[in-house]
């Protein structure tokens, strides 16, 4: 009995680390835009994070946070038109991703990373965030100082961690419900939070900024359902766009979201 248990703890542990570890780093060309940034670095939790910024000292800032598994330079189609508008625009690599160090990271890391960027760069007036970085920027605001004039564009976020895990557990073939408990306790002993704590839906209660949410009906990263959950409690200063056809990441390519959200900031 004590060697089952054990065995389930250890594969929750290795599943944990699974799930914070972002898929194989892939060498890439950084798109021209890259070339007038300034490069920034700060050390987080003893790792080198690495970072850019353009229009340095422009009083109007906006901060732009890639999804799990991506990079900075993803987003070079928002930073160009932002910086031709003469915005101030901060993006960084998270942990363990682009150049930024590190072989795992978690959403309260990346919170860490928003919270340590906006102290250092900030504050930002508006915000993008896709994915993994929704979720870790919806934990970050609960903490930072804002207001009904701070713009929020939210792009297929990661709403639900409870999802993320259920998925990840899908797709690993893992059905055991003893290892998947052991895994939330894996999360709880870590964070000191339940995995359902991790969640935009409870975090956005807490959340007073001007908020643009894009999502696509048939995301099969990030849920739509869980969206929809949040677009039911008739939150005031969330104007919610519902598409269909794009997808998870076709999304933050698409022509016309890219104009919304460059006018809705």
């Not at 919170?111 to 915000?127: C, D, H």
Request: with cysteine; hydrophobic share 40%.
């Amino acid at each position: 009995m004590v060697l089952s248990l054990l065995s389930k703890r250890k594969t929750a542990e290795k599943t944990f680390e699974l799930f914070c570890t972002p898929f194989s780093k892939k060498k890439y060309i950084d798109p021209p835009v890259f070339s007038s940034c300034e490069i920034i670095e700060y050390t987080l939790n003893d790792k080198k994070i690495v970072g850019y910024c353009w229009n340095k000292g422009k009083e109007t800032k906006v901060l732009i946070l890639h999804g799990f598994g991506s990079a900075a330079h993803k987003f070079h189609k928002y930073i160009q038109p932002l910086v031709k508008k003469g915005y101030q625009v901060v993006a960084f690599d998270a942990p363990a991703h682009g150049k930024s160090e590190g072989k795992i990271t978690n959403v309260l890391e990346y919170a860490q990373l928003i919270e340590l960027v906006t102290e250092k760069k900030g504050p930002f007036m508006g915000f993008i965030a896709h994915s993994f970085g929704g979720i870790a920027l919806s934990l970050a605001l609960e903490n930072l100082e804002h207001n009904h004039q701070t713009k929020v564009v939210l792009i297929a976020p990661a709403t639900e961690t409870v999802s993320a895990v259920n998925g990840a557990f899908t797709m690993l073939g893992l059905q055991d419900k003893a290892v998947r408990k052991e895994f939330d306790n894996v999360i709880f002993e870590k964070s000191g939070k339940p995995t359902e704590w991790f969640s935009i839906r409870r975090a956005m209660k807490n959340i007073k900024a001007s908020v643009l949410w894009v999502h696509d009906e048939d995301d099969d990263i990030t849920p739509i359902a869980d969206a929809l959950l949040v677009k039911d409690d008739n939150h005031p200063n969330i104007k919610f766009i519902i598409t269909k056809g794009l997808g998870h990441r076709n999304i933050y390519h698409s022509s016309d979201i890219k104009k919304q959200v460059f006018d809705f900031l």
